[in-house]
C-alpha cells in the first residue's frame, strides 16, 4: 500500500527565515511525486510535480527537490502569503485506476511578519 | 473561472438526512475524482471515473454513497442517512486525457456538516 508522510506537522517561520519540508513516501513504481498549497477552506492549489529522482523545480520562493525515498520542499526567504498548508501526494504508476494521488497528512505553515 | 466547480460549498443536515453534492470538471478533462478531507488530515480518495465509467472505489465509500457520472461530463456524490462521521470537505478533481495530463486539479470543495 502506498504512504505518504511529512513532517513536520506544523512550522511557525519567522519572515525571511528559510526552511525545509519533507516528505517520506512508499509506493509502487512512483509515477509522479505532487506538491500542492492548501488554504484555509480552500481546495489543493497545483504547485509542482516531480517525475524522478534528482529533479528539482521552483517557483517564486519554493523550491522542490526528489530523492529515490523522500521529497523536500525548500521556503527561501519566506513571506506571510507564504502561510498554508503544504501537501505531498505520490502517484502510483503501476496497476492505479486513474493514477490516483495518496496524500500526505501535510505540513502547516505559518509565517509571522 | 474555467476551473472544477463544486456546488454547494457549505451543507449543515441532520443526522439521517441525504445529500447530494455536483462537481463539473474543468472542460474536455475525462478523468474525475472525489476525495474526502477532514480537518488536520490530507485528502482521501473516494472514487474515479473516466468518462461515464467509475473504475475504482475505495473501502471508505461505505454503501451510504453513491457516486454517479451520467454523460460524462459533470459528477453526484449522494451520501444516504448522514452520521455525525460524514462531516468533512468533499473535494472533487479532474484531470486531462491522454498521457500530456499528468496533473489532477482540484475544486474548491464542499464542506459537510451533520449536526
Known amino acids: 500500500e502506498d504512504q505518504v508522510t511529512q513532517s513536520p506537522e506544523a512550522l511557525r517561520l519567522q519572515e525571511g527565515e528559510s526552511s525545509s519540508l519533507n516528505c517520506s513516501y512508499t509506493?509502487?513504481?512512483?509515477?509522479?511525486l505532487f506538491w500542492y498549497r492548501q488554504d484555509p477552506g480552500k481546495g489543493p492549489e497545483f504547485l509542482f510535480t516531480l517525475y524522478s529522482a534528482g529533479e528539482e523545480k521552483e517557483k517564486e520562493r519554493l523550491k522542490a527537490t526528489l530523492t529515490k525515498k523522500e521529497s523536500f520542499l525548500h521556503i527561501t526567504a519566506p513571506k506571510p502569503e507564504d502561510s498554508a498548508t503544504y501537501l505531498c501526494?505520490?502517484?502510483?504508476?503501476?496497476?492505479?485506476?486513474?493514477?490516483?494521488?495518496?496524500f500526505g497528512g501535510g505540513t502547516r505553515v505559518l509565517v509571522k511578519p | 473561472d474555467t476551473g472544477v466547480s463544486q456546488n454547494p460549498r457549505h451543507k449543515i443536515t441532520k443526522r439521517g438526512q441525504n445529500v447530494t453534492f455536483r462537481c463539473d470538471p474543468i472542460s474536455e478533462h475525462n478523468r474525475l475524482y472525489w476525495y474526502r478531507q477532514t480537518l488536520g488530515q490530507g485528502p482521501e480518495f473516494l472514487t474515479y471515473?473516466?468518462?461515464?465509467?467509475?473504475?475504482?472505489k475505495s473501502r471508505l465509500l461505505s454503501d451510504r454513497f453513491s457516486a454517479e457520472r451520467p454523460k460524462g461530463s459533470f459528477s453526484t456524490l449522494e451520501i444516504q442517512r448522514t452520521e455525525q462521521g460524514d462531516s468533512a470537505m468533499y473535494l472533487c478533481?479532474?484531470?486531462?486525457?491522454?498521457?500530456?495530463?499528468?496533473?489532477?486539479?482540484f475544486g474548491e470543495g464542499s464542506w459537510l456538516t451533520v449536526v
Open positions: 471515473f473516466q468518462n461515464e465509467a467509475q473504475l475504482e
Open positions: 478533481a479532474s484531470r486531462p486525457p491522454g498521457l500530456s495530463g499528468n496533473t489532477i486539479y
Open positions: 501526494a505520490v502517484q502510483a504508476g503501476l496497476k492505479a485506476a486513474g493514477n490516483k494521488l495518496t
Open positions: 509506493v509502487s513504481g512512483l509515477r509522479g
